[in-house]
Structures are given as structure tokens and as C-alpha cells.
């Protein structure tokens, strides 16, 4: 619960700052234009991983999808460890 409340606040704290930054920077004239499209991207990026993770849990059950995403996060975090700060000193 706390990974998806965490996950949550993220996505919260990158959407906000970007619709407010496109109603300050979009003419009046083309608002509709480009908030169309903005959902549109949207829903074309999260369809993808719905698809996926259905057919996931589909196929092997729940518990496969949740252990695949656990074993996912965990190499994430076992690679940013180990060459996070190597990127962040050298920039590559």
C-alpha cells in the first residue's frame, strides 16, 4: 500500500506541474487543440501496460504479475544503486 500511495503522489507531482505549465503557456486559441492531445497521449502511453499486465494475469495469475513486478523493482533498485552515483558524478 505504500508503494502505490508513493507511486500516486509521483504521478500527482509530475501531472500538476505540467498542466500548469500548459494552460500558462498555451494561447486561448489552441487550448483545445492541445489538451486533446494531451489525453490522447495519454491513453495511448497507459493502454500498453494495462494490456500487458491483463494478459500477465490472464495467463499465470495474479501472484506471477505481482512477483514479476516485485523481481522488476528490485533489479531497478540493484542497478540505480549500483551505477546511480557513478551517472550522477561522471553525467554518463
Known amino acids: ?5 508513493a507511486l500516486g503522489f509521483g504521478f500527482i507531482g509530475i501531472t500538476v506541474p505540467a498542466q500548469t505549465f500548459l494552460q500558462e503557456k498555451t494561447p486561448l486559441g489552441l487550448r483545445g487543440r492541445v489538451f486533446g492531445n494531451y489525453g490522447f497521449l495519454a491513453i495511448v502511453v497507459t493502454i500498453f501496460p494495462v494490456i500487458i499486465t491483463g494478459t500477465i494475469t490472464e495467463l499465470f495469475g495474479p501472484k506471477f504479475l505481482i512477483f514479476t513486478l516485485f523481481v522488476l523493482s528490485l533489479t ?3 542497478i540505480i544503486k549500483k551505477y546511480g552515483e557513478e551517472f550522477l558524478r561522471n553525467g554518463s
Open 76 to 78: 531497478g533498485l540493484i
Open 1 to 5: 500500500m505504500f508503494v502505490a500511495a
